[in-house]
């Protein structure tokens, strides 16, 4: 595990980046369907949009919109999609200097299939481009205080964390059943990480038990600080040294779930690097998942440090907040 510095995102640290996100941004094609249809059946579908996403994309934009400074290391084609996708981050700040563009390539994109009840599912069609070289990797880790990613690549996932470890960055990934679906694929990557996310599903997969104390002891055991589950409309778990806790999901209409999980996780790390107690952080993170599931899009609901409070302050007053005004801009 690795430590660094958990002083305030704002001033004072000489780090550029609070967040580097490594991964393929991807348009989201957004379809409207009545449910999912069976094996070689059919059903009609309504066009709702294309938009910007990417999982470790979401979450940048999500950290930026929370006054973190991110950015993202990935490729994108040069079509249409590849503009979408540049604006979106220029419009929450992210910063691209570490994007790079392939000629005459398509970008990455997925089809989201949505249900009337807010849920999806995803065909996910990757741009499957060449990686980031060792030197532009090391200088970009040097300077960041946190590195996030979806390690597919358990190779890939081993040397960015082997050059986090040396330059003192945090490395927090997101293992989901498609990442990581047996014990073995979740024990090999969990010991490069310092915060792990799972949702549920990632969580019995990898371990085998659902997300219990007991459970969530095991794999704190393999070398994270912090493991994270989400449980969907049932809220969230985390543990770490401090102990087990538990978040009820907050109460709020749900109009399309895509880019909630990612949304959580930005705004836990956001929470984690100023040093919240991880309840707090646990809290934040869930209270900005349900102002994200009120819009059609992964990014279209992201909130500000405002709309969050606004949330939060259903349950608690600002002064009963961990660090007064740390988390409320």
Known sequence: MTTVDARPMTGGDARRWDLLCIGDPCADVVVAIDSPPPEGGKCVGKMLGIFPGGTTSNVACAAAR???RSSVVGPTGDDAHALLLRESFGHFGVDTSLLVEHVGRASSSTIVLLTPSGERSIIYVPMMS???????LRDALRRSRCVYLMPYDADRLAQ??????EEGTLVAIDLEQAVAGDP????????????VFFNEAGFIAGSGAGPSEQAMAAVLAHGPRSVVVT???????????????????FDCPVIDATGAGDSFNASFLVAFLEG???????RFACAAASCTVAAIGARA????????????????????WPTPGSLLR
């Open 301 to 320: 609901g992201l909130p500000d440090h405002r709309q969050v409070a606004s949330v939060l302050l259903r349950r608690c007053s600002p002064d009963q």
């Open 66 to 68: 929370l006054g973190a």
């Open 160 to 165: 960015v964390a082997r050059i986090a470890r």
């Open 130 to 136: 060449g990686r980031t070289d060792e030197a532009t």
């Open 276 to 282: 919240a107690p991880l309840a707090w952080a646990l």
């Open 184 to 195: 073995a694929a979740m024990k090999s990557r969990i010991a490069h990480a310092d915060v």
């Open 231 to 249: 449980l969907g409309s049932a809220g969230a778990v985390a543990m770490d040294a401090s102990g087990y806790v538990q978040q009820a999901a």
